[in-house]
């Protein structure tokens, strides 16, 4: 027989806390009537689907089954592979002999099937794959003693796993791992996409991420604001019309670039040639005399300004939309004059690089920019540690936000992008560990000033969204499945494809 993929439905953009979940799922049982059996019963076997799906010829299936809900889901699943004919083996944490009506009803109808569950002690090593049901949402501190022994085990084994709802030891609200967590090739998440899988370590624990609403009420989906929202490229570009016919460059926008100071002239021309390929009309680049020439004859197509003080750089701004300022600007008298005069422009501002280092060192507040920080570029601009910012980097960019005005984008795997008011932040889910090299974020720079510069109706936190999710999606793109050697020109020269009909990485 052969097992496809079940699309239950679509992977969904709203994200949640591990305790609004619980609330959505009370929500299904109180309001709506549908009995915990009944989900429970849903959950394992829908995983057990995706179980056979992905790994069609495995036959020797261990589940680590824990006391709580998670462990209940993992004893239906269980039974269903028994019933299949699969070899199962269930191994237990915690104290089974008081599991929750459901999970003991679920325990019961293993052991009616020939069902074996025994106490963890070690894990066998013929099996094939491994499902994690052991913790689920309900952990935020580093699991110990045994519960640790038994994840540890799970990654040194050889054996790919199936995570339940959450790979246990990673926190579903922040993406962190206080301690030890199982590193999952696939999660099933039930009910709700918990915002944690999606930032942080999230998704280097979690593998690809599947969805079962287990045919839940879509009703029950009100009682509850989503705490975050995922974002990628094939949502995102729908914000961005398509360009007229009649078009020109000087309807298309023009972006100014301010940075390269002597040694880092390669990412102002990168930054700029990233606000070239994402559809800026013109780009101009506002560096150091030393090598404004050479930026001429290595991208003609960039208007290169060589800047030797502050006070000529309003004539480069003059018929700029929008200012990218930071890369390469470096934190000298230059740089320091560049930024400040820079600052004196009444201009949407995007702000990287050693231009945030420089405003970490005097905060100030503006409605009209978007500051692109990495995790360290962020604990200089709240005064902390990078354990600090990845430690929650939905709160180090909230109050990144409120600190500084306008919108934020906090950079790393699950970028997220805060704006000011209600509107919930936004995490990138598309992008990919090849892009963890040099000049990345010029790209990003570029791309976002480009954007703007072409859409001035948007918002900051808008124009960022579109901008990061368009940036990891040509990231996707380029790197064609592999985790190294990307370049970010190699990203640069996959934007412009991206902006066809149907192009997705």
């Known amino acids: 027989m052969v097992h496809t993929v079940p699309e239950i439905q679509p992977i969904p953009y709203a994200l949640y806390r591990a305790a609004q979940v619980r609330a959505l799922d009370r929500c299904a049982i109180d309001r709506h009537g549908i009995a915990a059996a009944e989900l429970m019963r849903r959950a394992g076997r829908g995983a057990f689907e995706l179980l056979r799906a992905r790994w069609p010829q495995a036959r020797r299936v261990l589940v680590l089954a824990g006391a709580g809900n998670n462990g209940g889901d993992g004893y239906v699943l269980a039974a269903a592979a028994l019933a299949a004919g699969l070899d199962v083996r269930l191994l237990t944490l915690g104290d089974h002999t008081r599991l929750s009506a459901a999970s003991a009803a679920a325990a019961a109808h293993f052991a009616e099937q020939g069902g074996v569950a025994a106490p963890f ?41 199936l995570a339940l709802d959450l790979p246990s030891g990673l926190d579903a609200d922040t993406g962190r791992v206080p301690g030890v967590a199982v590193r999952a090739a696939v999660t099933m998440s039930f009910i709700a996409l918990k915002q944690g ?8 624990y979690c593998g690809v991420v599947h969805f079962d609403g287990l045919a839940v009420p879509p009703a029950i989906y009100a009682s509850e604001v989503l705490s975050a929202r995922r974002v990628d490229w094939r949502k995102e570009r729908e914000l961005l019309a398509p360009r007229a016919a009649d078009a020109h460059k000087g309807s298309a926008g023009h972006v100014l670039v301010v940075g390269g100071a002597p040694g880092t002239s390669g990412a102002a021309r990168l930054s700029g040639e990233a606000a070239l390929r994402a559809g800026a009309g ?6 150091h005399p030393a090598h404004a020439a050479l930026l001429n004859l290595t991208r003609p197509e960039l208007m290169v300004q060589a800047v030797r003080a502050a006070d000529s750089l309003a004539q480069a701004a003059a018929r700029a939309d929008v200012i990218a300022v930071g890369p390469g600007l470096g934190r000298d008298a230059w740089g320091r004059a560049l930024f400040e005069a820079v600052l004196t422009l009444e201009r949407p501002l995007v702000v990287d690089a050693d231009a945030l280092n420089l405003l970490a060192r005097a905060p100030r507040r503006r409605e009209q920019w978007i500051l692109t920080p990495h995790p360290g570029e962020a604990a200089r601009l709240l005064d902390q540690d990078v354990a600090d910012i990845e430690r929650d980097r939905f709160a180090a960019a909230a109050a990144l936000q409120a ?17 000011p008011g209600q509107r919930p932040p936004a995490v990138c889910s598309d992008g990919n560990p090849a892009m963890a090299s040099a000049g990345m974020g010029d790209a990003l720079t570029g791309i976002i000033a480009a954007l703007w510069a072409q859409a001035p109706a948007l918002d900051p936190q808008q124009v960022a969204t579109a901008g990061v999710c368009l940036h990891a999606a040509a990231g996707d793109r380029a790197a064609g499945g592999a985790d190294r050697g990307l370049l970010a020109g190699d990203l640069v020269n996959e934007v412009p494809r991206l902006f066809a009909a149907g192009a997705l990485p």
């Open 282 to 287: 013109l780009v101009s680049v506002a560096t």
């Open 403 to 419: 600190r500084y005005g306008g919108a934020v984008v906090l950079k790393g795997a699950g970028s997220i992008v805060h704006g």
């Open 197 to 204: 899988c999606f930032t942080a370590s999230g998704p280097a």
């Open 121 to 161: 002690r070690r894990l066998p090593g013929d099996v094939d794959v491994i499902v994690d049901a052991l913790l689920g949402t309900g952990l935020t501190r580093a699991p110990s003693g045994p519960w640790a022994a038994a994840i540890d085990a799970v990654n040194a084994s050889r054996a790919p796993v």
